[in-house]
């Protein structure tokens, strides 16, 4: 499978890794990871300003990481993407591994 990747996909991967190598994207998107949240839960659980949370919501919602739910007036995120999950979960385990 990885002969089969052309040079678009290589820069869909670069560009999906380049918005989860943002710490503070990074951290919003595994807070999203196992239950849904609303930004300003996500700001202030992160200790982020809420324009910069949703700066940062924008890009991993066009990205196709995260999606946004409208309840009334309330708006929900969560993972939009099993694969991202599924990485991100074998990433966090690889981590604790290879730590403790």
């Not at 052309?6 to 943002?22: M, N, R, W, Y």
């Not at 700001?43 to 990481?65: F, K, Q, Y």
């Amino acid at each position: 499978m990885t002969s089969d990747l052309k040079p678009e996909h290589i820069v869909e991967l670069s560009g999906t890794f380049g918005l989860l190598a943002d710490p503070t994207r990074l951290s919003i998107v595994i807070a999203c990871m196992d239950q849904r949240r609303s930004a300003g839960e996500i700001a202030e659980t992160l200790g982020v300003s809420p324009s910069l949370t949703s700066h940062h919501l924008r890009l991993l919602r066009s990205a196709r990481i995260l999606k946004a739910d409208r309840e009334g007036k309330h708006v929900f995120y969560s993972m939009a993407d099993d694969c991202v999950h599924s990485v991100l979960n074998i990433m966090i385990e690889h981590v604790f591994t290879h730590t403790h």
